[in-house]
């Protein structure tokens, strides 16, 4: 079971992971908690990576999902404490020009 804590920040909803690895086999579990958030709407949402240490291709396309889903339906993605090989990686991928990140929650609550 993917270990994580949802809380609502006024009109925007923070997800933070307690995983230190978001890969294939950790995001099967995520999957449910990703149709929970889409099917909600419009919403605004924090994505707390500061636990995740490790993120391989599957944790990648399940970010981009969130992302890509969220907007088609008016909604919004940012991600938080994004460090060490996960930054590598979104870096890598130029992800980072296109998710909004922020070095914490606190900074990408104040973004919305």
């Known amino acids: 079971m993917l270990k994580h804590d949802i809380s ?4 925007v909803t923070l ?3 307690d995983e230190e690895n978001l890969d294939a086999l950790t995001v099967p579990d995520a999957r449910p908690l990703v149709e929970r958030l889409v099917e909600r709407g419009g919403i ?3 994505l707390d990576l500061t636990a995740v ?3 391989d291709s599957s944790g990648v396309a399940i970010i981009v999902s969130l992302f890509k889903r969220l907007r088609a339906l008016g909604g919004a993605l940012r991600v938080a404490g994004v460090t060490g090989q996960p930054r ?3 870096s890598m991928l130029r992800l980072d020009q296109v998710l909004p990140m922020f070095a914490d929650a606190d900074e990408a609550l104040k973004g919305f």
């Open 8 to 11: 609502e920040r006024g009109a």
């Open 15 to 17: 997800v933070r992971l």
């Open 44 to 46: 605004k949402v924090v």
């Open 53 to 55: 240490r490790i993120i």
């Open 88 to 90: 590598e990686i979104f």
